[in-house]
């Protein structure tokens, strides 16, 4: 069993950056690829970002790349969210999530815990 907490979330403005934190209980954190997701108001959840189990291997939804960065720190059972140049429309609840199994990350049926999403709002 693996608990997520997010925090980091809050109200920006465009053009303005945030870092989310996402902390894993357990022992096992570097067994599990770690992704966040992001869900607005009357719009289904959609991926963000990807990382696998030492951080190496990253990928980004094309709408985030280049702004944000994911990172993953194994000793604090930790995944980060580094987030520049805000956009109104990055705007939503931001969800980390950890896979065991590893494959098809940008879907959210791969992943096996969630946190319970920090709130990220930008202003415009």
């Known amino acids: 069993q693996v608990q997520l907490v997010e925090s980091g979330g809050g109200l920006v403005q465009a053009g303005g950056s945030l870092r989310l934190s996402c902390t894993a209980s357990?022992?096992?954190?570097?067994?599990?690829?770690m992704g966040w997701f992001r869900q607005a108001p009357g719009k289904e959840r959609e991926f963000v970002a990807y990382c696998g189990w030492s951080g190496t291997i990253t990928y980004y939804a094309d709408s985030v790349k280049g702004r944000f960065t994911i990172s993953r720190d194994n000793a604090k059972n930790a995944v980060y969210l580094q987030m520049n140049s805000l956009k109104p429309e990055d705007a939503a609840v931001y969800f980390c999530?950890?896979?065991?199994?590893?494959?098809?990350?940008?879907?959210?049926?791969?992943?096996?815990?969630w946190g319970q999403g920090t709130q990220v709002t930008v202003s415009s």
């Open positions: 999530a950890a896979s065991r199994g590893g494959y098809e990350l940008v879907l959210g049926t791969s992943y096996d815990y």
């Open positions: 357990g022992r096992t954190f570097n067994y599990y690829a």
